[in-house]
C-alpha cells in the first residue's frame, strides 16, 4: 500500500487527487512552481515542494525535479493528473527506473495510442470501429489523391503526430487534396517533428461520443458509458454530459462491451477514454487517451464511483471495487468548464481573485482552485474551474445548473460564465441536439468579435 503519493500537477486537478488520497488515508505531496506558491494544491496538500521557475517546461515538466521531489519526500507513488507529463511515456519509463510507480498506464501503451496510425490499427485489430480511410501513413500527393478518390470527399488529412486539434487539414473536393495535404505535413512538421500523414472519411454532422474504460491491468475491464462532448470551440470541449442524450441503452451496452473488451486483451491498467464521432447510429474511433480526463467527474456522478481512488487501488496491484454488473447509471450530469476568459474571443484574462463564492447544495460539485484573494499566474491554462451537475433526469441538470451558475461568484477576472447562462437559453442545448459543429456555428452568429 502506498502511504504517500507525489502529483505532478497544479489547480483543480491536484486538489481532486489530494482529495482521493485523504479519503484512502494517503499522504500527499504538492509540486509547484515558484508562480504558484500560494496555490490552493500547495495549501491543501500534506507537504509541498518548489521544483522550479513559472514556465511549465521548467517546473511542471521538469522530470528531474518531480522525481527528486519524491525521493527528497519519500513518495511512492506519482498520480500525473491530465496535461503536462500524464501521457509521457519516457516519464513513466522514469519513474519505473526509480523503482516508484505511475498511477496510469503503462508506457508501452501510451506510446501505442500516443501515435494516431498505431492507435487506429490497435484499435481495429482489437475490434473497435473507425473511421474509413488510408491504411497508415500516405507517402506522397499522388497516393492521397487516390485515396480521396476511394473513399469518398469530403477527406481530413491528419498529422499522424498531432493533438489538440493541429496538424488537421479538410479537403472538401479533390481541388483542396494538394495545399490540405501539403498543410497538414507543414503542421505536423513544425509542431511535432513529424510530417507523416494519413486520411480519413470526413463526417460531416457527428457528435463527440466517447467510453470511459477502466481496467485492472490484469486482463478485467469495465466500460462507465459514454459521455457527450459534442460542444466544442476549436476542438476544446466546453459542455460535457453523461449519459449521451442521443445513445440508447443498447447502443451503450453494445459499444461499450466492444470498448471494454478491447482494453482486456491487452491487459490495460488504470482509466482510459475512447473517443469517437458519432454519426446516424455509428460509431467511429478517433483516438484513445490514455489518462483521467477533464470531465471525468460527469461519470462519477451518475455510476456513484470515485476514479481516482479507483485508479490508486489497481496501480497499487488491487481489483478494481466493482464489476460491470455493479455499474448501474443513476440519473443525468453536466459539466461546464469555466476559464478565465474574456468574451467574445476568449482572450485569456488572468488576475487577481477579488471575491469567489461556490454554488452548492443538492447535486452540485465545483472542483475549482480558487478562493478569496487568490492571483491567476498568467502562465498555465486558463480553466479555473469545472462546475458539474447531477439530476435525476436530463431535465432537472439543466435547471439546476442555471440555478448554480446563478448562485457563483468571480469576480475580479473575466470568466466564461456568461456563455454558458446564453447557451441554457437556447432550443438545441435544452433539446440535447447538437453535433460538433454546433458551437462554432453559434458563437459566429450570436458571439461576433467587435
Ligand atoms: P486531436 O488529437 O488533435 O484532438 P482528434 O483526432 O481527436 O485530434 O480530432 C479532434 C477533432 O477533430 C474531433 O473531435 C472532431 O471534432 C474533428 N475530427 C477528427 N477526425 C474527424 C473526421 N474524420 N471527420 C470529422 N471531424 C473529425
Sequence with gaps: MFDKILIANRGEIALR????????????????????????HVRMADEAICIGPPPSTESYLNVASIIAACEVTGAQAIHPGYGFLSENANFVQIIQDHDLTFIGPTAEHIRVMGDKITAKDTMKALGVPCVPGSDGGVPDLASAKRIGEEIGYPVIIKATAGGGGRGMKVAQTAADMESAFMTARAEGKSNFGNDEVYIEKYLTT??????????????????????????????????????????????????GKTCADAVAKIDYIGAGTIEFLYENGEFYFIEM??????????????????????????????????????LTINGHAIEVRINAERLPNFAPCPGRITQY??????????????????????????????????????????????????ELIVDGVDTTVPLFHALLEEEAVQAGSYNIHWLEHWLETNLAEG
Excluded: W
Design 357 to 406: 463564492h461556490a454554488p452548492g447544495g443538492l447535486g452540485v460539485r465545483m472542483d475549482s482552485a480558487l478562493y478569496d484573494g487568490y492571483s491567476i499566474p498568467p502562465f498555465y491554462d486558463s480553466l479555473i474551474g469545472k462546475l458539474i451537475v447531477h439530476g435525476r433526469d436530463r431535465p432537472e441538470a439543466l435547471a439546476r445548473l442555471n440555478r448554480a451558475l446563478g
Design 17 to 40: 487527487v489530494i482529495r482521493a488520497c485523504r479519503e484512502m488515508g494517503i499522504q500527499s505531496v504538492a509540486v509547484h512552481s515558484t508562480a504558484d506558491a500560494d496555490a490552493m
Design 289 to 326: 487517451n490514455t489518462r483521467l480526463q477533464v470531465e471525468h467527474p460527469v461519470t462519477e456522478a451518475i455510476f456513484g464511483v470515485d476514479l481516482v481512488r479507483e485508479q490508486i487501488r489497481v496501480a497499487e496491484g488491487l481489483p478494481m471495487s466493482f464489476t460491470q454488473d455493479d
Design 206 to 255: 457527428p457528435r463527440h461520443i466517447e467510453i470511459q474504460v477502466f481496467g485492472d491491468g490484469k486482463g478485467n475491464a469495465v466500460h462507465l458509458g459514454e459521455r457527450d462532448c459534442s460542444l466544442q470551440r476549436r476542438h476544446q470541449k466546453v459542455f460535457e454530459e453523461a449519459p449521451g442524450p442521443a445513445i440508447s441503452a443498447e447502443e451503450r451496452a453494445a459499444i
